[in-house]
């Protein structure tokens, strides 16, 4: 059974940083991990993913590229996101997720996701 569960999330003054991870069970040979987020009223969007085979190659929305990183450990089978100079916008709630085929990109194709972490950001 897959289970991916995040932490890390928490409430910070804007400028600040924070790390989320996501450690994965049950499955290691992800194709494609992800990070994504939905803010009140809002619909869920793609953040940042990476693929955990050719070379780790990452992609990232527009709005994070410059400030939020994601990592992989393998060994670990744990996505992290380090999210440095946090804006009041990036508040919302922050989910993990994976699959194991397909195309890796920004998209919610994803068959796996986490219950998610709440980031609080305050001006």
């Known amino acids: 059974q897959v289970q991916l569960v995040e932490s890390g999330g928490g409430s910070v003054e804007a400028g600040g940083s924070l790390r989320l991870s996501c450690a994965a069970s049950g499955h290691r040979n992800w194709s494609c991990l992800g990070w994504f987020r939905q803010a009140p009223g809002k619909e869920r969007e793609g953040l940042a993913v990476i693929r955990t085979t050719a070379g780790g190659r990452t992609y990232y929305h527009d709005s994070v590229k410059d400030r939020f990183t994601v990592s992989h450990d393998n060994a670990k089978n744990t996505l992290f996101l380090q999210m440095n100079d946090l804006k009041p916008g990036d508040t919302a709630v922050y989910y993990c997720?994976?699959?194991?085929?397909?195309?890796?990109?920004?998209?919610?194709?994803?068959?796996?996701w986490g219950q998610g972490t709440q980031v609080t950001v305050s001006s």
């Open positions: 997720a994976a699959k194991t085929t397909g195309l890796c990109n920004l998209g919610l194709g994803f068959p796996y």
